[in-house]
């Protein structure tokens, strides 16, 4: 096992009606007035809203909204939110929504102390050495991103889809009802699906280093997420598949499959970042269509750990068929598994492959991931 | 899944050297003189000692040293900790060594703040509102101490093996290196397996929300604790297995695989603390003898779960082959499973079943556990 730290310091406070809670978190941290970030208006048909305003009335909590962030959060947004945050000079953001809610909402957090551009923080110009607390009720499980640091968003200019990662932006507190959830879509939910395995299996593939402990721990990931997947399609109330299938997303991507692993990397997500600033394809879409045409040009070089993905969570015998189980599973859900179901075609290769070439460099693995490589495994998704 | 909150503000420091780093945490922390807490003098032979010692000088540290806490720590030693902490005004508590040096640590630490005897704070004569704060070095992987808030102390006087929790106490920097675990002696490796293993089934067998994610989870740690036990009895000096086992003793007890499970409890501790209190037998040799019989009574009531141990742990058929292998594995690993290797005979069994039923109320199971019942127990155990 690698040398690591682990240190994750955000409190889940987890299960039904616990969005009413949120008013006595923020006051138990001495808020007095935060940026309220959400999305869609769903939250507010939902009645979700309506629940948050209360509980921070009830706590004399004021609140700005910030609505209309959208999936692949953009930089403008982000701007717009820190420029409003400073104005109303709130203590604290609060994000309501998804991943992209709470991913602007950590980057708005950041942006907000930060005396440049907040984009400086993603492409390595400045570090964050401190940032607004970010405090979330989760409405989709998907990203894991209310138990870590990190946050993606998308500089449309450059058409660049980059992160930040530092101390200061996990959640002091994420609040995650499982019964808030049953609202999303099936398209949602299986393209969530997608993303946590996404999550799952870029280190457990990737890793050099990959002890035994954590691919069990990855697998008991994976077996969860596509059990509940399937349980969920068939009856979206099930709650005890919504609250399993939530908490294996958040741990898939809180630091406890990876402390101890080494040399990993995140082909899939630099591939599928590239689908996503081009052509606003939904993260987990992507990824659905990027897994399986990835493995097939990967899994010669860890023959092994396909091995353990055949073997313990499709039952079968080679990394093959490991492969093929996975992209018929993802074929049954309904999440794509071809650039077409994308309306992506074949003339549209060379701009994705400059994109990724673009983030390779980002992500650390430009010496792996050359035109030829990037193109084959496109290829494998046409 | 029930609901639940989980927060766990402990810092893990792990790797090889990482010893070296406990001046600069402390300094991090603003501590200028800390109650140096250890056990045996294993720690001055095998260079430990000097490495911490050199830490803190290179960062002005001052500390007053603490020796000879034993195994099944002892009420007395601590209440002669809180003098000394108090008596030399520390600013902090320094844990180096295993579960039972760390134990008495952190009830050192609640008891400093605290005005009147600290015994109170276990028999929740009063609640713990504040503590020193609490760093650590393991020399030893099994309780699972040094990365969660509780600690269990042995009253002499009363024979009583009670524990304190508390937000106040966990560990803010916990140092895991399991080079330093290579000189842990055999029987203590296969004893500190059985903890495990017993952290591991409370909840997997007594709760009654368990979700299949987490009984997963406990599959992954007890097949890695039989896997790397295993290696290390044939090469101690294997960094690979000794780090997997140290990683799987911390998270058996971090709170992640009993969020979220509901109504479970602790019956094996609940009886092998008996066997310490009055025996002072080492914990998990007492764990070792009591699971195979506690499990031989119990199985009926969890039929299902019985199963999942056989099948996906030992790979046989039947709950009673699963209790059959995993006895058999105890046996295999050379650590006691009955009670006369121990040297408790029947004649101790009224002894042991009283001191059982007096824990019971402590342990909130005195409903389940009649005199009956633990005799029946005991008894499978002879």
Redesign the interface.
């Known amino acids: 096992?690698?040398?690591?730290?682990?240190?994750?310091?955000?409190?889940?406070?987890?299960?039904?009606?616990?969005e009413q809670l949120i008013g006595q978190h923020l006051a138990e941290h001495g808020i007095r007035k935060v940026l309220l970030c959400f999305g869609s208006y769903r939250i507010k048909r939902d009645g979700l809203f309506e629940a948050v305003s209360k509980s921070l009335a009830a706590h004399d909590i004021e609140f700005i909204e910030f609505g209309s962030i959208v999936s692949n959060p953009l930089l403008s947004k982000v701007r717009d939110g820190i420029a409003l945050a400073r104005g109303h000079q709130v203590g604290a953001v609060l994000s309501v929504g998804g991943g992209s809610v709470l991913d602007s909402s950590k980057a708005i957090a950041a942006g907000v102390p930060y005396q440049g551009d907040v984009w400086d923080l993603f492409i390595g110009k400045a570090d964050i050495v401190s940032a607004l607390p970010v405090f979330s009720i989760l409405t989709l499980a998907a990203t894991g991103s209310e138990m870590n640091s990190g946050a993606v968003v998308t500089n449309e200019a450059t058409k660049e889809k980059f992160a930040i990662q530092s101390v200061h932006t996990y959640p002091r507190v994420s609040i995650v009802n499982?019964a808030l959830m049953q609202t999303v879509s099936r398209d949602y939910l299986v393209y969530s699906a997608a993303d946590i395995i996404a999550h799952c299996i870029e280190g457990y593939f990737t890793a050099t280093v990959q002890?035994?402990?954590h691919s069990?721990?990855v697998?008991?990931?994976i077996?969860?997420v596509i059990?509940t997947t399937e349980t969920l399609l068939d009856n979206p109330a099930d709650y005890?598949a919504r609250?399993?299938f939530a908490?294996?997303s958040t741990?898939a991507l809180n630091g406890?499959i990876y402390?101890?692993t080494a040399g990993f990397s995140y082909p899939n997500h630099m591939i599928e970042h590239a689908l996503s600033a081009l052509f606003n394809v939904p993260h987990g879409a992507g990824l659905s269509v990027i897994m399986p045409a990835w493995m097939k040009w990967y899994h010669g070089r860890n023959p092994a750990q396909f091995q353990r993905l055949a073997q313990y969570v499709f039952g079968v015998d080679t990394p093959q068929q490991g492969i093929a189980a996975l992209e018929a599973w993802f074929d049954k859900m309904g999440t794509p598994t071809r650039l077409s179901q994308l309306g992506i075609g074949e003339a549209d290769l060379p701009a994705i492959t400059d994109n990724v070439l673009g983030n390779a460099k980002w992500f650390g693995i430009a010496d792996i991931y050359s035109r030829d490589v990037v193109a084959t495994i496109l290829r494998n998704a046409l």
Do not use: C, H, S, V
């Open positions: 096992m690698d040398n690591f730290t682990f240190y994750n310091p955000t409190k889940i406070d987890f299960g039904t009606g616990k499982p002890p035994t402990l069990r721990m697998e008991a990931l077996n969860t059990d005890a609250a399993e908490w294996a741990q406890l402390a101890g």
